[in-house]
């Protein structure tokens, strides 16, 4: 195997050798770089966002199934530690796009390899999917029950097939279309979970039942709550870069907390709470109902268009969390997979697709095992990443390589054997760790990657990231500097970032 390695001498990393894009699989314009003036969501539209993913109708079993044995103070501590644990993970690896711009399946041609990337990153993409099914059936049941109370028709699998195609459209017309959803959903948000408790409240009362001292008689530990919020979210934990690419970022921005602000204030705050807010509903429906799900509780205490309106605020709330959260990440990975070929709103339908033949609704009646089974897969890919990005390249990395068929990339037959051994090991031992597999998931992958990485691989195929690792022409938006494509010459370079912009 013949390895390019760029001149390490250089100040600036060599442009990519001329590859058509017609003829290799690594190049189309959805996954390439974004410039800083491509960016254009602020701390106010990414919390939009933010609440918008979290209120989700799975979240509130979440809350159900914290109360069914421990208090409600018990639980709204322990998701709000949890949430507040994964933002902070979730904000290191929101650095990749802030910093270079990179959607996560092409980062993750790094510790992968150029093809190896496919594996992890359809795991992510298929995970995605389905989800995208879970909560467009919890919407087609919404929209049912708006239309069966209006008219008696009874028919869920045609809104189904409906707020499925809506979706698709709204998710296809691209990352501002879906911001603009977000801005409109959140606020309707806030107000269908406020209107939620307290209707949940005064029911409670009326039974003689307070939320916060109920307790229910079940066996369950502080440890698999908490592991299991921290689950619920390690896929986005993984592959947030998609939408932190997105984000404005400061023309002086070395410091990382400057750089990454608009990531931060959202996701340490609107994150931790709203997801806490939406399990708090849960519990108390659970407590004051005996159902943790809102579409059932909503259609026995509500009638004429008060009915109305609620449900369709929570068909907004599956749909806005669909976009951000499910569509756009399975959609990107489709389209690394199948670049140059498979264009994006291709993806985005084949991404519906897969969530459908999923059958989510079987699905939803075993949701903590689902969690606990993918999340050990995918926390083993946030340990590699980290291990990645900030012990091994200290955050430089040299991108245009990543869109290079023969290059530093290429590892063994574009394989990674690091990453693939180090993600095959953490998995493993993660899958069989019952309540503690997202915790050892990461560990093992970071730790065993690290290892492979150093010691073993970048000492066959040589890392520029590695050898210089202080050179600042491996870096982008902290330096002023952006990614760019020159179509024309087929060719990558470091463009200064117009201070205009």
Do not use: C
């Given at each position: ?42 701390t ?91 909560q ?69 009362t ?35 870069p ?35 807010w ?64 498979v ?17 989510p609704?079987?699905?939803l ?5 689902f ?22 390249r ?52 970071l ?55």
């Amino acid at each position: 195997m013949t390895l390019n390695t760029p001149d390490i001498a250089s100040d600036i990393p060599a442009a990519a050798s001329p590859v058509s894009v017609s003829r290799h699989n690594l190049l189309e314009k959805t996954i390439l770089p974004i410039k800083r003036q491509q960016r254009s969501i602020g701390t106010l539209g990414f919390t939009w966002i933010w609440i918008g993913i979290a209120f989700m109708i799975a979240t509130f079993q979440l809350g159900a199934t914290g109360v069914s044995g421990m208090s409600l103070t018990q639980v709204v501590l322990i998701i709000l530690l949890a949430n507040f644990v994964l933002a902070l993970l979730m904000t290191l690896t929101a650095d990749i796009g802030t910093e270079h711009g990179l959607s996560f399946a092409v980062y993750l041609r790094a510790p992968f390899g150029i093809y190896g990337t496919h594996i992890p990153s359809l795991f992510r993409g298929v995970i995605a999917a389905i989800w995208f099914g879970i909560q467009t059936y919890l919407g087609a049941l919404a929209l049912n029950g708006i239309i069966e109370y209006l008219t008696g028709f009874d028919n869920w699998p045609l809104w189904y097939v409906i707020f499925a195609v809506v979706q698709i459209i709204n998710t296809a017309m691209g990352i501002k279309a879906v911001e603009f959803l977000s801005s409109i959903a959140a606020p309707a948000i806030i107000a269908i979970s406020v209107w939620m408790y307290m209707t949940l409240d005064v029911l409670a009362t009326t039974k003689g039942v307070n939320i916060w001292t109920f307790v229910g008689d079940k066996q369950l530990s502080w440890t698999t709550l908490f592991l299991a919020n921290v689950a619920f979210w390690s896929t986005l934990a993984i592959d947030i870069p998609n939408i932190t690419r997105y984000l404005k970022t400061p023309l002086d921005s070395r410091r990382f907390i400057k750089r990454n602000k608009h990531a931060l204030l959202a996701q340490l705050l609107a994150l931790p709470l709203t997801q806490t807010w939406i399990a708090l509903i849960g519990a108390a429906s659970f407590i004051a109902a005996g159902d943790w799900n809102p579409i059932n509780v909503i259609q026995v205490q509500s009638t004429g268009i008060s009915l109305v309106v609620l449900m369709l605020l929570v068909v907004l709330a599956q749909w806005s969390t669909n976009t951000a959260a499910n569509l756009i990440p399975a959609a990107l990975t489709f389209v690394n997979a199948g670049a140059p070929y498979v264009k994006y709103p291709v993806a985005v339908v084949i991404a519906g697709i897969i969530g459908t033949l999923s059958m989510p609704w079987a699905i939803l009646d075993n949701l903590f095992a689902f969690l606990f089974s993918y999340g050990s897969f995918l926390s083993a890919i946030g340990g590699i990443m980290i291990a990645d990005y900030y012990l091994l390249r200290r955050r430089h990395l040299n991108v245009p390589e990543l869109y290079q068929v023969q290059g530093q990339f290429y590892y063994w037959r574009g394989f990674n054997p690091a990453g693939l051994l180090a993600w095959s090991l953490a998995s493993v031992l993660a899958f069989f760790s019952g309540d503690w597999a997202f915790v050892v998931g990461f560990v093992v992958g970071l730790v065993a990657y690290f290892v492979l990485m150093k010691f073993w691989v970048a000492k066959r195929y040589p890392q520029r990231e590695l050898l210089t690792p202080d050179n600042e022409s491996l870096l982008a938006t902290s330096v002023g500097m952006n990614w760019s494509y020159d179509g024309e010459n087929d060719s990558f370079h470091r463009t200064p970032i117009n201070r205009l912009d």
